[in-house]
């Protein structure tokens, strides 16, 4: 039991060490290093986007099967949820999620549906060549012409929140005195 145990601790921190060191004392940029290789969600070379049909894309904006965590496109975008003021500009542009995670300055409607299956759906991006990639984005097109920057989201989120709590409450009577 005691040989055991022993290994156990010594196992873990050999395991951890090295990379507990790397983290505290490494690279200062490390904060900031992107976290998915923009490659898996940026357009091939050569790329000629296809039209694609919306009636399929709904179907899939709706399917959890797309993804491997139960999520749907649509549990956390229905009713504009999730997005913020950058999804009314015309593509390609900057949204914050894409250059935060994976570093890239802008980017266009198919590449953020994937950079949505890599991160939020925890899935494998969609073939650059498929109806599914061009249907989601026809659909996505579609939910786009209806979004009003600010209706759901307030520039300021915080400003949505409701304000102090305690403010709330009925005074408290001792204050006064
Ligand atoms: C777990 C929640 C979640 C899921 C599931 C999800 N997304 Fe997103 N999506 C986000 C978040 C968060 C953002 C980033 C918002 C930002 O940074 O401005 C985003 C951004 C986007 C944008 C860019 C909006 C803009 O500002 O241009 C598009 C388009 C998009 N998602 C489409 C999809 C599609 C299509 C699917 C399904 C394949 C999907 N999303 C699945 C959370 C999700």
């Given amino acids: ?14 395991g951890n060490f090295p990379i507990g060191s790397a983290s505290a004392a490494g690279n200062p940029c490390a904060a900031g290093k992107p976290e998915i290789d923009a490659k898996t969600i940026t357009r091939p070379q050569g790329y000629k986007p296809m039209a694609g049909d919306a009636k399929l894309g709904e179907k899939l904006w709706h399917d959890t099967k797309l993804s491997t965590n139960g999520l749907s496109c649509n549990s956390c975008h229905q009713d504009h949820g999730a997005f913020q003021s950058s999804f009314a500009k015309p593509y390609p542009h900057q949204v914050a999620m894409a250059r935060d995670k994976a570093g890239m300055k802008r980017v266009h409607l198919d590449e953020m549906i994937q950079a ?21 984005k026809a659909y996505t097109l579609g939910v786009q012409k209806t979004f009003k920057p600010g209706a759901k989201a ?4 915080c400003s949505a929140k409701p304000a102090n709590p305690c403010a709330a409450k009925p005074a408290n009577p001792c204050a006064k005195k």
């Avoid at 494998?124 to 061009?134: H, I, M, N, Q, V």
């Fill in 154 to 157: 307030p520039a300021n989120p």
């Fill in 1 to 14: 039991m005691k040989t055991l145990s022993i290994v156990l601790l010594l196992s873990a921190a050999i």
């Fill in 116 to 136: 949505c299956m890599v991160m939020p759906m925890a899935a494998k991006p969609l073939p650059w060549d498929s109806r599914e990639l061009a249907a989601l």
